[in-house]
Nanobody, 114 residues
Framework: QVQLVESGGGLVQAGESLRLSCVVSGIRISSSSLGWYRQAPGNERVWVASITSGGSTNYRDSVEGRFTISRDDAKNSIYLQMNSLKAEDTAVYSC????????WGQGTQVTVSS
């Protein structure tokens, strides 16, 4: 059974940082691309960042330069370092493993107070 479990969310002040983790079990991630998505209240879920098996990264414009996605294949995990957080970053953040079949985590809440 494949599971993705996110952690690291919380309540922070604007300008502060958080580091999200996504641990994958049941399947090795080393040959896969993975990504982070977020869903703010009343909005659709949107892509935030992604990382390929080779370590290439991409970001949505609004987080470019503030967020960093990384991976540790030995730990079967990906991370999202979020700096200079803004109120508009408030959302539930979920990780996704891309592939013939996509897998998603349940998400972790990030709340940024202004």
């Amino acid at each position: 059974q494949v599971q993705l479990v996110e952690s690291g969310g919380g309540l922070v002040q604007a300008g502060e940082s958080l580091r999200l983790s996504c641990v994958v079990s049941g399947i090795r991630i080393s040959s896969s691309s993975l990504g982070w998505y977020r869903q703010a209240p009343g909005n659709e879920r949107v892509w935030v960042a992604s990382i390929t098996s080779g370590g290439s990264t991409n970001y949505r414009d609004s987080v470019e330069g503030r967020f960093t996605i990384s991976r540790d294949d030995a730990k079967n995990s990906i991370y999202l370092q979020m700096n200079s957080l803004k109120a508009e970053d408030t959302a539930v953040y979920s990780c996704r493993k891309f592939g013939k079949r996509d897998y998603w985590g349940q998400g972790t809440q990030v709340t940024v107070s202004s």
